[in-house]
Every structure is written in structure tokens, then in C-alpha cells.
């Protein structure tokens, strides 16, 4: 089956365009400059949002297409999704990079910052001074900033924890059965509590800015 | 090249003794292999009595790592199945009375003279669980659908992997694909993910169980039994078959095996490939 270079599809505030990323950009950009061109205006003063399946979009072929969309008198809704978001993590030191699967009963003690490129099951326990970082999901108890460090944060790419713990705050997740989120989120402390975000809306400067107001 | 099998589990309860029984026949049975069945569960043995030969026993697993007699002397014949033989535990000594040194020796003995020794481990991760594995080749996990038993299976397959077994198997036990579908009991998926190691078979859950255990007559030879169908899968995969996992649902009979049930023509039964019930 030919997939179709270009979709474009109308949401509540603008418009869609959805591109294959295998495609070569020129083709997709004589689609996109296609069906504008049939739109007769249809499309002015809108607002687009970039989709890319099966691939990203290089930052010249986003400016290319920012160009196109001026010609037609619409504006690009700049997104999280094709630029690539840098980790809030400290930078430190010591970092222990695990690839396994961390089952029950096991536990992972360091002094610095955890990476685990695997599960963490529930009945295992990791313990770090520093950030803790899981490639995968976790289900077992996490403890960051072991020695006290309230900066430090624990992120997964699903976060189902038996219990959080960062510096001296425990919490664990609701009783109640929800929807569990299926989408990689981020621990940290506020206001000696511990609070869950979505990764991709993270606001990254309060971050940096408490961690330079920490240190 | 015989293979030394461990059939562990963590959690007491959820089938290891009904597994080892089943494959161990199955194994004999279907594949003519020389079969042994070690029980190393000391001070607490059952295997000997799911296979019916407990008024056999003479010497046990103790008093062969203790050299108070011959290998062959404590091994005993099955009475149904050609090539299955059983090396009981004792019953008056605890775990303490064997090393897993001696376990160790005592596989290797058994490897000389069998195609599979089968190894049927203690509930515990304890000194029992360190002597049954200590002289095994490979690891079959069994779990129930529950959540602490796969808990206890996920310490086992970490506490393996710290022992240097490679890719340990499992068999998922006692099923009930009604209760799956309705949500009410985990599914094979869920466990597969936690567990993130290669399934060997499904086993649903089944009364005729309870009575072959009971009249110490192993399933697998039950050609009617649903787990029988699935420990028989079971032997196939492990003598390298590729036998397809099936979906578990129970087809709905049609109306002509609704009739012939009736007039008690046709039992809801299972009889090789191309069953009723798949596993």
C-alpha cells in the first residue's frame, strides 16, 4: 500500500499536517504546497501543527516548511515533538548505567545518578544520591537524592512506583484505580512535596533555576 | 546431549511437583526419553506420591549423596511408564542434610545414564532452592495467575540470573480463561511483561488435576485432561518443537456436539493437534 505523503487534517485551533517521514522532504513539500494552493485561501490566517510518522523532521526542512506555510499566510505552531528535549538531570559525576531488568527482591544502592535501561519490578528497590533514570517501566520503590539532595528527581518512561521517595519525602501513588499514563513523566520536589509531570510539558527553567538556587 | 532441568517456582502451591510429574511422564511417554525425576524437596517430599510409588521407596536422595547406598539402588522404576524413573527425597532429614556440592555431583552422575533429569525444587529461596539448582543446566518457572506468585517468580528468575542460568523458562499454571476474559484474573500478557522471559506454556486450570494427583496417575497421559493437552504441548516445545501458543478460549460446542454430548456420544474432550481447547 502507497502511503500518502501528506495528510492534512482539521483540528479544533488550525490545522494538521501529517507527513511521512520516510518520503523524500521535496515531495512532501510539493504535496503540502499542493493542497494549499487547492484550498483558495481556505486555509488563511490559520494555524498548522507538524506531524511526522516514521521519522523526524531536520531543522532546515522545518524552517523550509515554516516558509511554505508564510506564503499561504499561515503560522507554524512550533511543538515538543520534533525537537529534542534535553534532560534536566544534573550533570554529575558518578553515574551508573544498568542494562537489565531489576527483579523483586533485588536492590541497587549508589552514590550518584541511576540509569536503567530496562524494567524495575515492583519488590526491588533503587537507591541513589543523585537523579534516578528509567529507560522503561517502573513498578518497584525509587529513592533519589538518597543523602538529601532535594534537586534530585526520578524519571521513567512509564512511572507506576509502589513508592516515591526524593530526599526525606515518601509518597506513593493513589489507591483509587486510574487510568495509568502512558506517557514518560518526571518526579521532582515542590514545596516538600513530591509532584508528577508529564515529561513533554516540563517546564525545564523553574527546574534550572532551583537547581542554581540550590548549589 | 541429557539435560538436568530445574522446576522452580518461589511461591509454594502454584504446581511445581504436578509440572515435574507431568513433563517427566510426558518426556517418557511421548518422546521415549530416559527420564529421572529428582525430588530435592527434603523433609517435605510429594512427588513420590502424585506418581503413585510411594510404597517403593527404600533409599532416598540422602542416603546416595551420603554413600550409604548406590545410585541405582535408590532410583526407582515407574510401574506404568518405560524409561521414567524417580530418585526420592527423604522425609526424616531437613534441607541442611545435602550440599549443593553434592547435588552438583549427584546431576552429574545422573546425566551419564539419562536423557533428562528433572529436578523438582522446594517452595524457598533458601538452602532448598540452592541445592536443587546447583547441578541444573536450564530453569522452568512455574507461576499461577496471581500476583504474588509472579512476584515470587520475578525474585527467582533474578536470583537465577545471579547463578549464571541462561534464559529461564515459563510455565504459566492454572488459567481460567473464563475469569481472564471477564478481567478478573491476569492475563498472560501482564505476566510476560513483568517477567520479560520466554514462555514455555499455558496450563488451564483443570479438576482432572486433583484426581489423577490424587490417584498419583500424571495428567499427561489423561488424553480427555485440558492441562494434559497442555503438559503434552509442554514436552513438544521442550524437545525443541515448534508448537504455536493458541489463544485460550473455550470454542462454544455446535450443535451436533451438543447432541452427541446429550446422548453421551461425545465427552468435551481433547485429543490431539487440532484440539477443542489449545495450549
Known amino acids: ?215 | 546431549m541429557s539435560q538436568v532441568l530445574v522446576i522452580t517456582s518461589g511461591k509454594g502451591g502454584v504446581g511445581k511437583t504436578t509440572t515435574t510429574a507431568n513433563i517427566g511422564t510426558g518426556l517418557a511417554l511421548y518422546k521415549h526419553r530416559k527420564v529421572v525425576m529428582v525430588d530435592a524437596d527434603i523433609g517435605l517430599r510429594n512427588l513420590d506420591v502424585v506418581m503413585g510409588l510411594e510404597n517403593r521407596i527404600v533409599y532416598d536422595l540422602v542416603d546416595v549423596t551420603h554413600g550409604m547406598c548406590r545410585l541405582k539402588q535408590a532410583l526407582i522404576k515407574d510401574k506404568r511408564f518405560e524409561n521414567l524413573y524417580l530418585l526420592p527425597a527423604a522425609q526424616t532429614k531437613d534441607k541442611t542434610a545435602v550440599t549443593p556440592d553434592q547435588m552438583k555431583k549427584l546431576c552429574e552422575d545422573l546425566r551419564k545414564e539419562f536423557d533428562y533429569v528433572l529436578i523438582d525444587c522446594p517452595a524457598g529461596i533458601e538452602q532448598g532452592f540452592k541445592n536443587a539448582i546447583a547441578g541444573a543446566d536450564r530453569a522452568i518457572i512455574v507461576t499461577t495467575p496471581e500476583v504474588s506468585a509472579v512476584r515470587d517468580a520475578d525474585r527467582i528468575v533474578g536470583l537465577l540470573e545471579a547463578s549464571g542460568f541462561e534464559e529461564p523458562k515459563l510455565i504459566i499454571n492454572r488459567i481460567r480463561p473464563d475469569m481472564v476474559k471477564r478481567g478478573d484474573m491476569m492475563n498472560i500478557d501482564d505476566m510476560i511483561d513483568i517477567l520479560a522471559i520466554e514462555l514455555l506454556g499455558v496450563v488451564p486450570e483443570d479438576e482432572k488435576i486433583v484426581i489423577s494427583t490424587n490417584r498419583g496417575e500424571p495428567a499427561v497421559a489423561d488424553e480427555y485432561s485440558r492441562a494434559g493437552q497442555a503438559y503434552r504441548n509442554i514436552t513438544r516445545r521442550i524437545e525443541g518443537e515448534d508448537v504455536p501458543l493458541m489463544t485460550i478460549e473455550e470454542v462454544e460446542p455446535t450443535f451436533m456436539d451438543k447432541l452427541r454430548m446429550f446422548f453421551g456420544l461425545k465427552a468435551r474432550r481433547v485429543k490431539g493437534e487440532g484440539a477443542r481447547w489449545t495450549f
Open chain 1, 1 to 215: 500500500m502507497a502511503v500518502e505523503p501528506v495528510i492534512i487534517k482539521g483540528t479544533r485551533d488550525g490545522i494538521m499536517i501529517i507527513m511521512d517521514g520516510n518520503t523524500d522532504f521535496e515531495i512532501i513539500k510539493n504535496a503540502i504546497y499542493e493542497k494549499l494552493q487547492n484550498g483558495n485561501g481556505f486555509f488563511d490566517g490559520g494555524m498548522a501543527r507538524v506531524k511526522v510518522k516514521n521519522g523526524s523532521l531536520s531543522h532546515e526542512d522545518y524552517l523550509n516548511l515554516e516558509q511554505i506555510l508564510k506564503e499561504f499566510n499561515m503560522s507554524l505552531q512550533r511543538q515538543a515533538s520534533p525537537r529534542t528535549i534535553i534532560f534536566p538531570g544534573q550533570c554529575r559525576n558518578r553515574i551508573l548505567l544498568l542494562k537489565k531488568t531489576v527483579r523483586s527482591g533485588q536492590k541497587i544502592s549508589y552514590k550518584g545518578t541511576v540509569v536503567i535501561l530496562g524494567d524495575v519490578n515492583p519488590g526491588s528497590e533503587i537507591v541513589a544520591t543523585g537523579d534516578i533514570l528509567v529507560m522503561g517501566v517502573l513498578r518497584g520503590m525509587a529513592h533519589a537524592g538518597a543523602h538529601g539532595d532535594m534537586s534530585a528527581i526520578v524519571a521513567a518512561f512509564r512511572l507506576q512506583p509502589t513508592q516515591l521517595r526524593i530526599a526525606g519525602i515518601i509518597s506513593r501513588p493513589p489507591e483509587d484505580k486510574q487510568e495509568v499514563p502512558q506517557f514518560p513523566e518526571i518526579a521532582r520536589l515542590k514545596d516538600k512535596a513530591i509532584i508528577i509531570e508529564p515529561y513533554y510539558q516540563l517546564n525545564f527553567e523553574s527546574i534550572k533555576r532551583k537547581r542554581e538556587g540550590i548549589k
